[in-house]
């Protein structure tokens, strides 16, 4: 009888970083619930953990401060690579700011990577590149400060699920978030 090949595990990087300059305040204490909620109803997701520079969050996921956040998305990126465990065969990136996220997306591209589609893996939208990206391990080590948006991907069309969203501004919150804030 042969063997049975161990699926390698899948990780998630929730990059929360950034100084929301434009949003006024840390979004990330706004958003990353939604986002961290939406990771956790994927059934490819193992392990999330929440890269934090600018600011600290409080979450159920595993947060890990990246002290060179400053230097760009790739620098947070990294941490969040390096923080993942030693069987993590792929990450799933995805920004604190997209509460929109597909759990359905997530394991879209996550098969696509299981299935060979390659070691970077987006998600797209009416033909363009967006969010969640998958990284099998053998892309860790060329993620440039630019981030995971340099390198390029293998997109799988996500346009039935809908994009994550990009919310920069208070006044782009979806309706429900932004009821639940004043509510």
């Not at 161990?6 to 990087?13: K, N």
């Not at 690579?81 to 591209?109: F, H, I, K, M, Q």
């Not at 996550?110 to 070691?119: I, M």
């Amino acid at each position: 009888m042969p063997a049975l090949r161990e699926r390698p595990q899948i990780g998630a990087v929730v990059l929360a970083a950034g100084a929301a300059s434009r949003y006024g305040s840390p979004k990330q204490r706004v958003l990353l619930g939604e986002v961290v909620a939406r990771l956790a109803a994927s059934v490819e997701v193992d392990e999330v953990v929440v890269v934090t520079g600018a600011y600290d969050v409080e979450t159920d996921a595993r947060v890990v401060h990246c002290p060179a956040w400053e230097h760009g998305p790739g620098a947070s990126l990294r941490c969040g690579l390096e923080a993942l465990a030693g069987a993590t065969g792929a990450a799933v990136v995805v920004l604190a700011d997209g509460p929109d996220l597909s759990a359905a997306a997530v394991d879209r591209l996550v098969d696509a990577w299981r299935a060979g589609a390659g070691d970077v893996v987006a998600a797209s939208y009416g033909g363009s590149r967006g969010h969640p990206v998958v990284l099998g391990r053998a892309a860790w080590g060329d993620v440039p400060d630019e981030g995971a948006r340099a390198l390029p991907p293998v997109l799988v069309p996500c346009d039935d699920l809908g994009p994550p969203g990009d919310v920069d501004r208070p006044d782009e919150l979806p309706e429900r978030l932004r009821r639940a804030l004043n509510g």
